[in-house]
C-alpha cells in the first residue's frame, strides 16, 4: 500500500494524537459482562439527552427546509440577541450593551485571531489538552502556569513572572477541564486586572458555568470588559446537545470583525438546525439546567462520599462535570494507573499526564480525571467496587 | 465604548474581510419592487431546498437523542462507507480501498496539517477567495498559477516553472469557483504526475463534482493516489445541505492521522444529524441529484443565450453553479461594474477582483461571477433587461 510521499507540518507531526481514542483503546482487553459493563468516565459527555419538547423543536426546526441554507457568518441574529439577554441575567447587567457572535471551534479560531507563531499564550497547569494541542499545531508558545493541590487554583502573582513582550493572552477556564475547580470570583477579577494593567487578552472558557450556582464573576457587569476579555462559550454542556457543535464567543468589536475573517474560511457559518432551538431553549430550558445542576452537585457529593470508602482513592477537586481524583500508587504514573483502570476493571478515565506538560518529580503525577456526568447515580456507584478491585489485584499486575 | 486594548495578529488584520457581505451591501441603495425584485447571485447556494423524504429524514435522525451526542472525530464509521461505495461508483475502482473521513472545514485543516508559515502553495488564480483567505490568515505563501480567457484552465507547464523547495501542494478546483471551468481529465492527470514526481500533494477541490456528467478523472481508479492526492469534497451542494456544514476529505492513511489531530481541536467531530441522513441520500437521493444536474446544465445554455441578446455582455466560462461573466465597460474594474449592478439594477454578483491578486492590466479585470444555481429560470430570464438598464445608465453614472 503507497503511502504520501508529499511533506507534513513538523509542528502537527510533532503534536500528540487525539487522547480520547486512546483511552478507548485501554478498555479492549476488558471483558463487559451484563453485571460488569463498562463505565466510559473518559470524554465529558451530557449524562442525558435534551428533553423531549427540545428534541421535537430541533426536528421541526430542521424539518424547515431554511436550516438547510447557509445563515449568517456571525450566526443568526435572533440567537445573538438571546445570548445577549442571557448574560445579562446570569452576569448582570453588562457595562456595554453589544458585542456576541456565535461559533463552534471558538478556541482555535480566537488563537488565529491573537497571536502568531513565537507570540506566547499563558496556560495554567492541568490543561484542557485540546488547548495546549491547539497552540502546538499552530506554533504559539505555551507558557504553563502550574497550578497544584489541594485546590488547584492559578496564582495571580505566579503569573505576573510569566508575562513577556511575546505574552498575548491568559487563558482561564472555570469551572476547570480537568480538575472541576470553581475559580472565586475574586481570583477572576485579579486575572482580568492583570491582563488589563498588560494590554493582554484574558480568555475566559466557560463551557460549564451553568452548573454552578451564582453568578461566575462580575466582569461583565463591573468593569470595561471589551478592553480586556474574550470570553468562550459552548452550547454543548448546557443543552446537551455536544453532536450539534455550537458555541459561542463574546469579545469587542475589535476582536468579533478579525475572528470574523477566520470564522468566514473555517466554518462559514454555524450549523443551523440548532442555532433555531438554542434561541428557544436558552429562556425556555432554564428549569431543566437548574435540574441538571442540582444533579451535578449532588453526584459531586456522592462520589466524593463514595471514594472516601476506598483506600488511598480521594477527590481532590471537583465540580461540573469532572472529578480530578488522586490514585494511591506511589511512584506510578496515572497513565499506567489509568491503563489497568480500564483494562483490568473497566472503568474508562484520562490520567493527569494527558493534561500536563512533563512532570518533575513523580509524585505530581498522581491525579486522574473522571467525568462523573456521563453516567446516572446508580453507575456511579459501581465505581468503588471496582477500585476495591484493582487495589487488590495491584500487587499481581507486570509494572 | 471601550475597544480591545490587547494586540491581534497582523496577519489577520492584514487579511481581507469576507467578501459575501461586503457584496450584500452594496445592494442597500437598491430599491427593490414586486416587479423588480432583488437578484441575489453572489454566494453559490442551492436554488431549492433537498426533497422532502430527506427533510423528513434530516427531523427523524434530529429527534433521536444519539445525534445529540459526540460522534467519531473521523465521522460516522457507517458514512464513511457510504461515501467509499461513492468513491468506487463515481469514479471507478480505487487502487486501493481505504482512507475516508469526513469533516467539515477540510481545506483550512488540510493546510495546517501540510504546511508552515513561509511554505508555498500554488493557486491558480482566479481563486476560491476562501482558499486565498486561509492561506494569508495561516502565514503561507500563496503562488498564483494565472489562468487566462477564454477557458481561464491552468497549465502544468507553467506550473513547474513555480515549483520550489518549499512548495507543498497544487490546489485544484472543478468544476472551478468561480470560473466554472471544467478541468479536462487529462489536464487533471497531468497535475497528478506533476505533484507526484515532485513529491508535493495535490488538493483536488470538487465540492460541484456531481453536476458534471462522467467520472470526473481516473486518479482513484488508474493511479497510487495516496501517494500524492488530497481530495476534498462538501455535502453542502450536492445534498443542498449548506446548513449543516458537512464536508469530507479523501487522503492516506499517513495525512488522515496528522489531519485528525487538528479536526480533534477545530471540531471535535462532525455535527451529526446530517451525517446519519446523508449515509441514506448517497444512494437513495442518486436520481435527485442527476435532476440537480441537468437543471443546471440547461440553466448554463439558458443563461449563455440570454446574455447573446445583451450588447457587449459575454458568457466565457461556465460550469454547475457559476458563470464568469465578460463585462462591456474597458477600463472599468468588475468591482465597480459589480456595485452598480447591485446598487442601480439590483443583482448582487461577485467582481473578478475578490477571486484575484492585484491584475497587471485594467484589461484582465473584465469578469464577474454570476451563481446562477440561486435562482429559478424565470428570475435568471430577468437578468438580460436589467443588464440593458445598466448599459443605458452607464454614461449617466458617476466614474
Known amino acids: 500500500m503507497q503511502e504520501a510521499r508529499y511533506q507534513l507540518s ?3 507531526r510533532a503534536s500528540a494524537a487525539p487522547p480520547i481514542p486512546l483511552a478507548a483503546q485501554w478498555a479492549a482487553e476488558y471483558s463487559p459482562t451484563a453485571a460488569d459493563p463498562l463505565i466510559n468516565l473518559s470524554q465529558g459527555v451530557p449524562g442525558a439527552p435534551p428533553p423531549q419538547a427540545m428534541l421535537d423543536k430541533l426536528a421541526d426546526a430542521t424539518r424547515d427546509p431554511t436550516t ?5 457568518l456571525a450566526g443568526d441574529a435572533s440567537l445573538r440577541l438571546a445570548v445577549a439577554d442571557n448574560v445579562e441575567r446570569v452576569y448582570g447587567p453588562p457595562a456595554q450593551e453589544d458585542f456576541r457572535v456565535t461559533a463552534d471551534n471558538a478556541f482555535y479560531a480566537t488563537m488565529l ?3 502568531e507563531p513565537g507570540d506566547e499564550i499563558i496556560l ?3 490543561w484542557y489538552f485540546n488547548h495546549q494541542m491547539s497552540l502546538e499545531q499552530l506554533g504559539l508558545s505555551l507558557v504553563p502556569l502550574p ?3 489541594p485546590d488547584f487554583l492559578p496564582s495571580p502573582k505566579d503569573c505576573i513572572d510569566l508575562i513577556s513582550d511575546r505574552t498575548r493572552a491568559i487563558v482561564l477556564v472555570s469551572p476547570n477541564n480537568p480538575t472541576g475547580a470553581i475559580y472565586p470570583r475574586e481570583l477572576i477579577s485579579r486575572f482580568a486586572v492583570l491582563a488589563q494593567a498588560r494590554n493582554i487578552a484574558l480568555i475566559l472558557d466557560e463551557t460549564y458555568r451553568d452548573f454552578v450556582d451564582g453568578p461566575p464573576h462580575h466582569l ?5 470588559w471589551p478592553a480586556y476579555l474574550i470570553h468562550l462559550f459552548s452550547f454543548s454542556k448546557s443543552y446537551a446537545i455536544p453532536g450539534h457543535r455550537l458555541g459561542g464567543l463574546i469579545a469587542s468589536r475589535t476582536f468579533l470583525a478579525q475572528v470574523s475573517k477566520l470564522l468566514d474560511c473555517i466554518q462559514i457559518c454555524p450549523a443551523r438546525p440548532a442555532q433555531r432551538v438554542v434561541e428557544w431553549a436558552i429562556g425556555a430550558m432554564s428549569d431543566w439546567r437548574d435540574g441538571v445542576k442540582h444533579e451535578l452537585q449532588s453526584r459531586q457529593n456522592v462520589f466524593r462520599e463514595l471514594l472516601e470508602g476506598v483506600d488511598g482513592w480521594e477527590v481532590a477537586t471537583g465540580g461540573a462535570y469532572f472529578a480530578y481524583v488522586k490514585h494511591p500508587f506511589e511512584g506510578v504514573p496515572s497513565q499506567k494507573v489509568s491503563q489497568y483502570l480500564a483494562a ?4 474508562i478515565t484520562l490520567p493527569g499526564t494527558f493534561f500536563s506538560p512533563p512532570f518533575d518529580r513523580i509524585d505530581e503525577d498522581r491525579y486522574i480525571r473522571f467525568s462523573i456526568a456521563n453516567v446516572d ?3 456511579l456507584r459501581r465505581v468503588p467496587a471496582r477500585l476495591k478491585r484493582l487495589n487488590e489485584l495491584w500487587p499481581t499486575l507486570p509494572h
Open 377 to 379: 447515580e446508580a453507575t
Open 124 to 126: 495554567p497547569t492541568p
Open 147 to 149: 497550578c497544584h493541590a
Open 68 to 72: 438547510t441554507g447557509y445563515g449568517a
Open 344 to 347: 483490568r476493571v473497566g472503568i
Open 113 to 115: 485571531a491573537l497571536a
Open 10 to 12: 513538523g509542528r502537527v
Open 220 to 224: 461583565f457587569a463591573k468593569t470595561d
